[in-house]
Nanobody, 127 residues
């Protein structure tokens, strides 16, 4: 069974940085687009960032542009999200997702229609 495993969540003060990583358990995912969604307490899941398999097409939610950067690893079944200048509004569970094309991630409403998910990693930003 394919697994997506996130790492790197934690507690950070406002203005700080965290780096999230996601690794897919199968090399076949090296040809998949990968991305991040997040879900804050009491809120719906929302798109954060996505990147295609080559790494040359990237999408970021408006709320994180200029602060977050998404990248693929040298091993294309890995992905990272560098988060800078974090605010308490970024506090959420962050989920790694994978899909055959990057549009499926970017255009997904609340993550619907995406088949592959990690279990999530919690990011808490204190004020």
């Amino acid at each position: 069974q394919v697994q997506l495993v996130e790492s790197g969540g934690g507690l950070v003060q406002a203005g700080g940085s965290l780096r999230l990583s996601c690794a897919a358990s199968e090399a076949t995912f090296s040809r998949y687009a990968m991305g991040w969604f997040r879900q804050a307490p009491g809120k719906e899941r929302e798109f954060v960032a996505a990147i295609n398999w080559t790494g040359n097409t990237r999408y970021l939610a408006d709320s994180v542009k200029g602060r977050f950067t998404i990248s693929r690893g040298y091993a294309k079944n890995t992905m990272s999200l560098q988060m800078n200048n974090l605010t308490p509004e970024d506090t959420a569970d962050y989920y790694c997702a994978a899909a055959p094309n990057v549009g499926s991630l970017y255009e997904s409403t609340r993550g619907r229609g995406i088949d592959y998910w990690g279990k999530g990693t919690l990011v808490t930003v204190s004020s």
